[in-house]
């Protein structure tokens, strides 16, 4: 599975956007990029997932370079309660190899 | 999405002895992730349970120290033998739905072993 890179810590204001970023330099044809938070003392939350177009949900957004080899996870309004360990892995798209790796991720401290 | 819960939420235990966490699922999922989560640290995955076979071990964990069963599509349990203070860490169950590609993860067992 390819290796992913991330800043261990990020300061954002309250109500602004939190843009966390993910190198993934070595990631093949049939490897998704997906994100995942830990919030204090909670298990990791399925965050969004992507292959190479953008992404959307209600919860963030996920912008792909062209050539896939870095991402943006987006957090348009932070709130205190997105202060998180944030996740950026990449795996194979499919039931056959599910597992996931986690590396370090960034520590998110969103503050007032 | 799946919804797991774990038992026991929290444990304190003395060395030596064996604790066995239970994993439970709201709906038959096709695959279960047992992770190791030390103080500080990221998540490691331990094993991935197989349903019905043995449960498949990732480099530096064996079966002997990490016994795990998975009776069938929404259970499992991992048992954490001959305890040490080394094994204090948060121990995480996670699922993988049929077609829906996206794990998720019970809320942890807290074990701390004196």
């Known amino acids: 599975d390819a290796k992913t890179t991330q800043p261990p810590s990020m300061d954002c204001a309250e109500g602004r956007a939190a843009n966390l970023p993910c190198n993934h330099s070595?990631?093949?044809?049939?490897?998704?990029v997906y994100w995942y938070r830990q919030i204090h003392s909670q298990g990791p939350q399925y965050i969004i997932h992507?292959?190479?177009n953008n992404e959307t949900n209600e919860m963030a957004s996920l912008i792909i370079t062209e050539d896939r080899k870095s991402s943006t996870l987006i957090l348009p309004h932070a709130t205190l309660r997105d202060t998180a360990v944030y996740y950026c892995?990449?795996?194979?798209?499919?039931?056959?190899?599910?597992?996931?790796?986690f590396g370090q991720g960034t520590t998110l401290q969103v503050k007032p | 999405s799946a919804v797991i819960s774990q038992k026991p939420s929290r444990d304190i235990c003395q060395r030596g002895t064996s604790l066995t966490i239970q994993c439970q699922v709201d709906?038959?999922?096709?695959?279960m992730f047992w992770y190791r989560q030390q103080p500080g640290q990221s998540l490691t995955l331990i094993a991935t349970?197989?349903?019905?076979?043995?449960?498949?071990?990732e480099s530096g964990f064996v079966i002997d120290k990490f016994p795990i069963s998975r009776p069938n599509l929404t259970f499992s349990t991992l048992t954490v033998s001959n305890m040490s203070p080394e094994d204090s860490s948060i121990y995480l169950c996670?699922?993988?739905?049929?077609?829906?590609?996206?794990?998720?993860f019970g809320p942890g067992t807290r074990l701390l072993v004196l």
């Open positions: 996670s699922a993988l739905e049929p077609h829906q590609e996206t794990q998720y």
């Open positions: 070595t990631i093949s044809g049939n490897e998704y």
């Open positions: 992507g292959l190479k």
């Open positions: 892995i990449v795996r194979p798209y499919s039931s056959n190899t599910g597992k996931l790796i």
């Open positions: 709906s038959q999922v096709t695959m």
């Open positions: 349970a197989n349903q019905g076979s043995e449960a498949t071990y």
